[in-house]
């Protein structure tokens, strides 16, 4: 039978056309015609007792895939969850779901995979960044796709439909950490390919294995179906969580792997829908993910992977709570029945504290940010009274060619500078928290075009967005916290390119100022001629908790990326609070004496060198 695209599939079979005969061996269209009994029928959850005891050796009561009972091989033995369910995770799946060959249509294809994964990466360069491994066992990175062993052959035509090329090092290691079935927490940036560095191998496993198989039982009850999908994806925000989502239909497309995408501020009728569809993959943020299981759609019962992304982020954001609650109090296997993987830009020390509470003999794996040299993203920082911002923005804007994203501290803040610029000729719009889902969707889809070459954000964008033809940032209001400052300039100079990121600085900033210096220091940019001395100031007047020293979740001293605490004592260094209220002493950088601007790196290199050389501080911590 031809091929029929989704849009066109309602159409295609008319009311006076006979029904199509049922496709032998379930291919593309066949899913909802040809499920295993398991997935048609309506199964009563049967949520057990976790049980008490070690968390590596569960007892006193629970179900196993629940953490009950005695300790068992985590692969090996996986524990069924009914009569139905395939005996051994490793069993390779002859549901034809997952191997039946399909007609392609060249117009899905083309819009499925317009955006090509290594469009525009500066391979040269992304090779220089400096990677670190710890745990017991590393495993050996690879260093091209092809050498993967154990790839599936609906993966690997997706690999080369989706333009990727060459692994990323977050990739060349993360990649075959998971295959080999080790719980992995890997520090690195977004756009350092992270969200493949996890898609890969988790749909990799599903297409050989099958989806999970829910447990056998009677009807929820008035024709509803529950979701058991077979990974779940937990992102920070709404724009992250469909960025996965899109991958995700990349690599899984021509298969009957189903994913879907669930997020707070949308419909949730219609996330129902696709839900009763069927789910494999489910991408998720943690608060719709815990109202749909409160409302009896969605079992965490069949989970065999699970991915935490921008893990420092959700926490930032108030996730905590939740998160440990759909970890640890749900019906989701324990770490002994799951593979956990968890990744973000920083890993403090706090992160690595949950990770040892969700995570299993786990690699640690701390990429080198991008854009964390000279090479990738130029600093520049220029001092700009608040009554001469705007006249400021309208100079550099006037300058730039390709998309500029600007960042300001409020809300009100956004819309009122979208408005200004309007009202000077340019194409700007804004996003920020208060705006609807539609309205965050269109301006995104405006600015990526070029359509509107000027996003004005909140920091409602600072993190998540893979947006990678960024070519300047520009910080309308300088961030409170100078972890905030590295995750808005960490928008522009992705995938190993190059970006200009231009901040406003002035007095009531000054409380930073110790921090930037450092930072600047260590990326080993120009420091402005007023720097030196605002920061001796500062130190004069408040004291030298305005004037820098270690970042927090550090060892002290200066750092990237993060480190593996099992292996460092957990020493945290300390972070500066910020300067005080004060405003009866005051900088003019137009009359202190200039400063030297000539620094070294002064940063130490990680014990692993491997190929990728460069810099990389080694003391850990936040960056």
């Not at 369910?85 to 997952?98: E, V």
């Not at 989806?211 to 077979?230: L, N, V």
């Not at 219609?270 to 009763?276: M, Y």
């Not at 815990?290 to 069949?302: K, T």
Request: glycine content about 12%.
């Amino acid at each position: 039978m031809a091929y029929v695209p989704p849009s066109r599939r309602n159409a295609a079979a008319a009311p006076s056309t006979p029904p199509p005969s049922k496709p032998s061996g379930g291919g593309f269209l066949g899913r909802n015609n040809d499920m295993p009994a398991a997935f048609s029928s309506m199964n009563k959850d049967k949520r057990g007792d976790r049980g008490g005891g070690d968390r590596w050796d569960r007892g006193g009561g629970g179900t196993p895939s629940n953490g009950g009972g005695a300790f068992l091989d985590r692969f090996s033995e996986r524990p069924s969850s009914g009569q139905d369910a395939r005996s051994s995770w490793n069993a390779r799946s002859n549901d034809a779901r997952f191997s039946g060959s399909h007609n392609i249509d060249d117009s899905e294809i083309e819009a499925l995979f317009q955006a090509k994964g290594d469009s525009g990466i500066n391979f040269d360069k992304y090779d220089d960044i400096p990677v670190e491994v710890s745990g017991k066992d590393p495993v050996e990175p690879i260093t091209t796709y092809d050498g993967l062993s154990g790839i599936h052959e609906i993966l690997i035509k997706n690999i080369k439909r989706s333009g990727y090329s060459r692994p990323t090092p977050v990739q060349k290691y993360a990649i075959p950490s998971v295959m080999a079935k080790r719980d992995l927490m890997a520090c690195a940036q977004t756009g350092s390919g992270k969200t493949a560095a996890f898609l890969f191998p988790v749909i990799n496993r599903i297409l050989f294995d099958g989806p999970a198989q829910p447990p056998t039982g009677g009807s929820h009850g008035f024709g509803r179906r529950k979701a058991y999908p077979t990974c779940l994806v937990l992102a920070p925000t709404r724009e992250l969580a469909t960025q996965i989502y899109d991958e995700a239909r990349k690599f899984c497309f021509m298969s009957n792997i189903k994913a879907v995408v669930v997020y707070g501020g949308a419909d949730v009728r219609s996330q129902l829908t696709q839900l009763d569809r069927g789910c494999d993959l489910l991408v998720a943020t943690p608060g719709r993910l815990q109202d749909l299981m409160e409302r009896g759609r969605i079992s965490l019962a069949c989970i065999r992977f699970l991915v935490l992304d921008e893990a420092d982020r959700m926490l930032d954001m108030g996730f905590e709570r939740q998160i440990r609650h759909i970890v640890m109090e749900t019906d989701m296997p324990g770490i002994n029945h799951r593979q956990t993987m968890m990744y973000s830009a920083t890993f403090p020390k706090a992160i690595q504290q949950l990770a040892s509470e969700f995570l299993y003999d786990y690699l640690f794996l701390a990429v080198g940010r991008v854009g964390s040299t000279t090479d990738f993203i130029t600093q520049k920082l220029e001092w700009v009274e608040e009554r001469d911002k705007r006249s400021m923005l309208l100079g550099l804007l006037s300058r730039i060619t390709g998309l500029t994203l600007v960042f300001t501290e409020t809300k009100r803040d956004a819309d009122s500078l979208e408005n200004y610029l309007h009202s000077q000729g340019l194409h700007a719009t804004s996003i920020h928290g208060d705006r609807s889902q539609q309205e965050r969707e269109d301006a995104l889809r405006s600015f990526k075009s070029g359509k509107t070459p000027i996003l004005v954000a909140t920091d409602v964008a600072a993190r998540g967005l893979d947006i990678s033809n960024v070519t300047h940032v520009i910080q309308y209001d300088l961030p409170n916290c100078i972890d905030d400052y590295v995750h808005r300039i960490g928008r522009t100079g992705r995938a190993g390119n190059t970006g200009l990121a231009t901040t406003f600085i002035n007095e009531k900033n000054k409380g930073m100022v110790g921090e930037l210096l450092e930072l600047l220091r260590e990326n080993n940019q120009e420091i402005p001629s007023w720097m030196e001395s605002l920061v001796q100031h500062v130190n004069s007047t408040y004291g030298s908790r305005s004037g820098g020293g270690a970042r927090r979740g550090g060892g002290g001293g200066k750092s990237f990326g993060s480190r593996d605490y099992r292996s460092n004592g957990g020493s945290g260094g300390s972070r500066s609070s910020g300067g005080g209220s004060s405003t009866t002493s005051s900088f003019n950088p137009t009359t202190s004496k200039p400063a030297d601007s000539k620094f070294s790196p002064g940063f130490a290199h990680m014990a692993y060198s491997g190929g990728y050389g460069g810099n990389y501080g080694s003391s850990g911590g936040k960056w």
